[in-house]
């Protein structure tokens, strides 16, 4: 088994393994599973191991990773090998790419099946996420998959993992939603986006400027700042409104149920904007977001843009907000 587009997936590969081992199982008697690495092995020792059957009876199932690090001299050894594999072992050669000018790989395809286990197309993840998340007995939220998808991009051995970290940090009565996702994964993955959006919150115009910058630099895909952005500002703004129909900011915090982590960088931006404001920042928000993916804008060009016009207060203005701070008891 191999990629066939450069992108080799640890997870597919091992299901992949896992579904031969499935297939050996359904038929009587043991399965004994050796495992080998092209980088260190030892080609007689494997060699034997494919020549020779269990002196137990027990079929094999030999398992050899890696397979692209064979020197010549061993996969030369190991043709001579396959000519003679013994009808008891099942071989499965996993590869990071399969050189089919070289005599090894032409003649593992000859003899056998070739199975890709190349990463996922971008518009197959979506699935995939879903179904990640019902097998551990969870829902994504939209926003919280898309962000989800554009920190970890299309590699299902990580989705896998951060998945079963966010399975761990929220809790089971709720759906995962995209604030957990940019406190979770993000951080990891994106460095400087959490950093970014607590100086937004802060309206910090130079340290998020800074921020921004870095994080685009870094790699950071503007669909996932936007993300970050619209899931740091959603509870501001409902904070906001509540306290604007005369709700105080302790009643407002609870009635949206802010987790520990959102806690201060709501009350900061709560203090620092106007619902208007707010209001016009994600709609904002949600055009840049349709003009990038329809081609039609530079998403660095206009997150840039719309930092300065949300972020950097105007006419002079030290306290941008009708919003009263949160009293002390």
């Known amino acids: 088994m191999e990629e066939r587009r450069g992108e080799f997936d640890g997870l597919r590969a091992d299901r992949a393994l896992a579904e031969i081992r499935r297939t050996l199982e359904r038929e009587p008697g043991d399965v004994a599973v050796l495992g080998y690495h092209g980088a260190d092995c030892d080609p007689e020792?494997?060699?034997?191991?494919?020549?020779?059957?269990?002196?137990?009876?027990?079929?094999?199932?030999?398992?050899?990773?890696?397979?692209?690090?064979?020197?010549?001299?061993?996969?030369?050894?190991?043709?001579?090998?396959?000519?003679r594999q013994a009808p008891q072992v099942t071989v499965a050669i996993v590869a990071r790419g399969g050189d089919q000018r070289r005599r090894?790989?032409?003649?593992?395809?000859?003899?056998?099946?070739?199975?890709?286990?190349?990463?996922?197309?971008?518009g197959e993840m979506v699935q995939w996420a879903d179904r990640f998340a019902k097998d551990r007995g969870r829902r994504l939220d939209d926003d919280a998959r898309a962000l989800l998808l554009?920190?970890?991009?299309?590699?299902?051995?990580?989705?896998?993992s951060e998945l079963d970290k966010l399975v761990a940090a929220v809790p089971a009565e709720r759906a995962i939603g995209a604030a957990d996702v940019l406190r979770v994964?993000?951080?990891g993955r994106e460095h400087g986006t959490f950093e970014m959006t607590d100086a937004v919150c802060a309206r910090d115009a130079a340290g998020a400027s800074r921020l921004l910058a870095q994080a685009l630099d870094e790699g950071a895909q503007p669909i996932a700042v936007i993300g970050a952005l619209a899931a740091a500002l959603k509870p501001i703004l409902a904070g906001a409104e509540f306290v604007a129909r005369g709700r105080r900011p302790e009643e407002a915090e609870r009635a949206i149920?802010?987790?520990p982590y959102q806690r201060r960088a709501v009350q900061q931006g709560m203090r620092a904007y106007r619902v208007g404001e707010l209001r016009r920042a994600l709609i904002r928000l949600a055009?840049?977001?349709?003009?990038?993916?329809?081609?039609?804008?530079?998403g660095r060009t206009m997150l840039e843009e719309w930092l300065v016009r949300v972020v950097v207060r105007r006419g002079g203005d030290r306290r941008a907000t009708a919003t009263p701070a949160p009293r002390r008891a």
Do not use: M, Y
């Open 104 to 122: 090894f790989f032409a003649r593992c395809r000859e003899l056998g099946r070739r199975v890709p286990v190349d990463h996922p197309r971008t």
């Open 45 to 83: 020792a494997l060699a034997d191991a494919i020549e020779t059957p269990s002196l137990f009876g027990a079929r094999t199932l030999l398992v050899l990773r890696g397979a692209e690090a064979l020197p010549e001299r061993a996969q030369d050894r190991l043709v001579h090998a396959l000519e």
């Open 150 to 160: 554009e920190c970890i991009g299309r590699d299902l051995l990580l989705l896998a």
């Open 185 to 187: 994964t993000a951080p």
């Open 257 to 259: 149920g802010l987790n």
């Open 287 to 298: 055009d840049i977001d349709v003009a990038i993916k329809t081609g039609t804008g530079d």
